[in-house]
């Protein structure tokens, strides 16, 4: 398993106007073929700083969301939006020490 980790800074004007898109855009992104899930967490000290947090099961998978449709639909609407230059790590999880929980 793959765990993708994206740091996105956005100007404060456009913060909200990512936030809404990113409610239309979310679950296609989480339920992508290959992708495991996926969270967006936001800092409590700068909320303009977002991050991306997915699981995926494979390099492949990744790769295949990245040069997919979707991605090129979205990455070019909030790349404008951006006020700092985003980063990406890609890690191997060794330890999941997350509960599930039965709703």
């Given at each position: 398993?793959?765990?993708?980790?994206?740091?996105?800074?956005?100007?404060?004007?456009?913060l909200d106007?990512?936030?809404?898109?990113?409610?239309?855009?979310?679950?296609?992104?989480?339920?992508?073929?290959?992708?495991?899930?996926?969270?967006?967490?936001?800092?409590?000290?700068?909320?303009?700083?977002?991050?991306?947090?997915?699981?995926?099961?494979?390099?492949d998978a990744?790769?295949?969301?990245?040069?997919?449709?979707?991605?090129?639909?979205?990455?070019?609407?909030?790349?404008?939006?951006?006020?700092?230059?985003?980063?990406?790590?890609?890690?191997?999880?060794?330890?999941?020490?997350?509960?599930?929980?039965?709703?």
């Amino acid at each position: 398993m793959l765990v993708r980790v994206v740091k996105l800074t956005f100007q404060d004007e456009h913060l909200d106007e990512f936030l809404r898109h990113f409610e239309t855009v979310k679950w296609k992104v989480a339920q992508f073929p290959g992708c495991r899930g996926m969270r967006l967490i936001q800092d409590l000290d700068n909320p303009c700083l977002i991050m991306t947090y997915s699981e995926w099961e494979h390099v492949d998978a990744l790769e295949n969301y990245r040069h997919s449709e979707l991605f090129q639909s979205i990455w070019p609407m909030i790349k404008p939006w951006f006020a700092a230059k985003p980063e990406a790590w890609s890690f191997r999880n060794y330890f999941d020490g997350f509960q599930v929980v039965n709703a």
